[in-house]
């Protein structure tokens, strides 16, 4: 739903890689209309996303941004700095992107212990509404893991964010898709579902999910980030 209180009807998606691809395939499955884009023309990519995901629509970004009620963003990290911040502005946008700087290379941007790459996307789209989901699980899991509310031995995915209307609206989504949300708390504690947290790549349920979230602060990785974020705060003052 979004700030109004709509349901996420149509799930646009940005990126049809794997994890784009399969997020779609969860999406059409869950009844949604569901838009997709890659990076080329929509026929680069219909005969893809036809053979994973039947039902989806394949458009240009353009038409996928102004008809979906919510848009995830499935591209190489690198890539959100192409994103029409205005076109998006208003828009629930949900970040399911990593930093893999053996693929995207190095940046120091995305490497800094005192933010989560998801602010920085926040930051590019400054008028959007960014919530980190569906980053942390691999992408075969998410596609064989998928199960109705209520299965024994469900699966969770996390979510961070700062609105709580719009964690509601995406924990209602990851619920559809076949998992049980788990709110990891704001897009800053995002960092715990990046690659170097124990949460990353974590197939699980809720409880085991919620305690790796819970040992994230004590972790080697978490005090790193910790004492980043207080020298830069104390650095502000």
């Not at 059409?28 to 680069?44: F, H, I, N, Q, Y």
């Not at 996390?158 to 509601?168: E, K, N, Q, S, T």
């Not at 960092?191 to 990353?200: H, I, N, Q, S, W």
């Amino acid at each position: 739903m979004d700030h109004d209180g709509r349901a996420i009807e149509v799930v646009g998606i940005l990126g049809a890689g794997r994890v784009g691809l399969v997020l779609a395939k969860l999406a059409v499955a869950a009844g949604c209309r569901v838009l997709v884009a890659g990076s080329g023309a929509p026929s680069k990519i219909a005969a893809a996303v036809g053979a994973v995901a039947p039902g989806a629509r394949v458009a240009e970004a353009s038409v996928v941004i102004r008809d979906a009620d919510a848009v995830i963003l499935a591209l190489p990290l690198p890539r959100h700095r192409t994103l029409p911040a205005a076109a998006m502005r208003g828009m629930l946008v949900i970040d399911a992107m990593n930093y893999w700087w053996e693929v995207d290379g190095l940046h120091d941007e995305f490497a800094d212990p005192r933010t989560s790459t998801s602010e920085i996307v926040q930051k590019h789209l400054a008028g959007s509404r960014i919530v980190k989901a569906f980053n942390h699980m691999g992408y075969r899991d998410l596609d064989e893991e998928a199960r109705p509310a209520g299965s024994p031995g469900r699966k969770a995915i996390a979510i961070a964010g700062d609105d709580p209307r719009d964690l509601a609206a995406v924990a209602r989504l990851v619920d559809v898709f076949g998992f049980d949300p788990v709110v990891a708390g704001s897009l800053a504690e995002g960092v715990a579902l990046e690659p170097g947290g124990e949460a990353f790549g974590a197939d699980v349920d809720a409880a085991e999910l919620r305690a790796m979230l819970d040992r994230f602060p004590s972790s080697q990785r978490g005090r790193v980030i910790a004492r980043a974020r207080a020298s830069s705060t104390d650095a502000a003052r």
